[in-house]
């Protein structure tokens, strides 16, 4: 289990970032310990996704691991001398964290826009009647939940009314664009016409019900599948 939890590095990259930023003051509290089975949840997965911290799951561990900061500083509050290293130390540490992680983008008006590689994303979104049921590329999908029936496009085909993908940048879960593309050929030729198409980004349209290999509609008593996970993710700590 130990060999699971260090191998690969970036697996002690990821908790040395994660304490390191708040100056290691959780470890002075016991609260820390309500972290230790998220920690072990990430350091312990086989999957590469978890183990960078440019990602989301890093969130749940947050208030647990300021609270325990605050409550090491309430007991250094009598050492003066001690508490004002640890604390500028804490605060250095985690804004320089911030300013890496994204918080220039904050005051940079680009970042409120769409980029320029997924404006096409947005405008083909849009072109999805309320109510469809959809595979959509993971860049976008969260701007259809709100009004139709979306899943994440994936290796294996949903047989829905409308599929939204890019065929020149990798998307998650493909472990490729070449996969995406494939994709992209195998509806086409059952089934699907193109409805717009821009930049890479094609909107697809089921307009026949023709069989399509390897459709599978998730039930009750499906089995889980699990992504192919390109061999570049997990590699750095701050890339995806």
């Known amino acids: 289990m130990l060999q699971v939890a260090v191998t690969p590095f970036v697996k002690i990259a990821m ?9 290691l003051l959780p ?4 609260t820390c310990l309500l972290a230790v089975p998220l920690l072990a949840e990430r350091v312990l997965s086989d999957n590469p996704n978890h183990w960078p911290v440019i990602n989301h799951y ?3 561990l947050w208030p647990v ?18 508490l004002r290293r640890w604390a ?7 804004s320089a964290a911030a300013v890496v992680l994204g918080l220039d ?7 409120w826009r769409p980029s320029p590689d997924k404006r096409p994303l947005v ?42 993908l890019r065929t ?26 193109t409805a717009w198409h821009r930049d890479g980004t094609v909107l697809l349209h089921r307009t026949r019900p023709v069989p399509i290999p390897g459709l599978r509609v998730p039930g009750p008593d499906s089995t889980p599948v699990r992504e192919a996970v390109p061999e570049d993710v997990g590699t750095n700590l701050l890339l995806r």
């Open 105 to 111: 983008l904050l005051v940079r008006p680009d970042s």
């Open 65 to 82: 691991l300021l609270t325990a900061a605050l409550e090491t500083l309430a007991r250094l509050h009598g050492r003066r001398a001690l």
């Open 88 to 94: 500028a130390g804490a605060l250095a540490l985690s």
């Open 123 to 164: 405008t083909a979104a849009a072109l999805i009647p309320d109510g469809a049921r959809v595979e959509a590329d993971n860049t976008v999908a969260p701007r259809l939940t709100a009004r139709t029936d979306v899943v994440i496009a994936d290796g294996t085909p949903r047989g829905a009314d409308w599929v939204l």
């Open 15 to 23: 908790v040395a970032w994660i304490l390191g930023t708040l100056a």
């Open 58 to 60: 890093d969130a749940f």
């Open 168 to 193: 020149d940048d990798r998307t998650f879960p493909f472990a490729s664009v070449e996969e995406q593309r494939q994709r992209v050929a195998l509806l086409l030729a059952h089934g699907y016409t």
């Open 27 to 30: 470890l002075g509290s016991p």
